[in-house]
């Protein structure tokens, strides 16, 4: 039994912050063969990660096997046969965990929920003993584990709660039918974006608005540990963006500054391809100057990079 906490590397794969994560004993939860080569480099250990995506390639399964990871989360069954195909050919068995897809409403915006049936992400809840029966009979695989991950920037523990519920009593049934030995409950818990800077930017800056309210680690534990006790199996945890987000800034420097007709443009050296965040789904940052302005004068901009794109902006009409 115990538990694993396999940090989501795609959250921030600096090297320095994944040494500090597996010299703490932690694993990772990966999504490619580039972040598998980075853990390895931090001088992480391959035993504890754990393989996520949908569309992994040859090269990259290849490595992940000769590495000798903890576990294919594997999304479909097609990808299941082929894992057991590279595995013959290299003469090793695939270690591997379906993700499962619950058809639970993470409640979160729609680019980043992934626990609904209409998305692409995991085995239907509905076929998932059938996909188990199917790859319990592929010499080269070998089952382990069940996955989910409804969704990322949660702020109720309700999803987390229905998701664990309606899968937690599938995991001790796929205990019983193929041994797996571990259950993994994904990421997921949001964080405070709107304020994020009050208590870490300089002294002077007052927050605009402190009424987001973060889902804390003791709601969620005080929830879930009930449900996740009894299954009788490993919990694995694969946390990313609460352990990691608000721990970063981008700093960029103002270049231009423009008076349109209907608006006022700051035009600065980053751009979307730096944070895509805004551009991909209206996420929210705080906008911070460096040195504090000569002025008080308050004035509604945007504040937009140098891409050719109308979604290139980090904020629309705020005020600064
Ligand atoms: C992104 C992702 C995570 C981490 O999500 P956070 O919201 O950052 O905690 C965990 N598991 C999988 C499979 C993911 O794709």
Sequence with gaps: MGHLICYAVKANSNLAILNLLGTGGSGFDIVSGGELFRVLKAGGDASKCTFAGVGKTRQEIEYALQQGILCFNAESEA?????????????????????????????THAYISTGKSENKFGVAFETIRDA????AELPNIQLRGLQMHIGSQLTSVKPFREAVEKVGTLATELKETHGIEFFSIGGGIGIVYEGSLASGGPDWWQSQAEDEK????????????????????????????????????????????????AKVFKI????????????????????VPLKEPAGDSLEKMDVVG???????????DREL
Excluded: W
């Excluded at 013959?88 to 409640?107: C, S, Y």
């Excluded at 680690?217 to 694969?238: M, Q, R, T």
């Design 79 to 107: 990808e299941v046969r082929f894992l057991d195909k590279v595995a013959g050919e290299l003469g090793v068995k695939a270690p591997v965990a379906f993700r499962v897809n619950p058809d639970v409403d993470a409640k």
């Design 132 to 135: 188990y029966a199917r790859a």
């Design 214 to 261: 973060p889902l804390t680690i003791e709601e969620y534990a005080a929830n879930l540990e009930p449900l996740l006790k009894p299954l009788g199996l490993k919990i694995l945890f694969e946390p990313g963006r609460f352990l990691v987000g608000n721990a970063g800034a981008m700093i960029t420097r103002v270049l231009y500054e423009k008076r349109g007709a």
């Design 268 to 287: 600065v050296d980053a751009g979307m391809n730096d944070l895509i965040r805004p551009a991909l789904y209206q996420g929210h940052h705080d906008i």
């Design 306 to 316: 140098p891409v050719c794109e109308s979604s290139d902006f980090f904020a629309k």
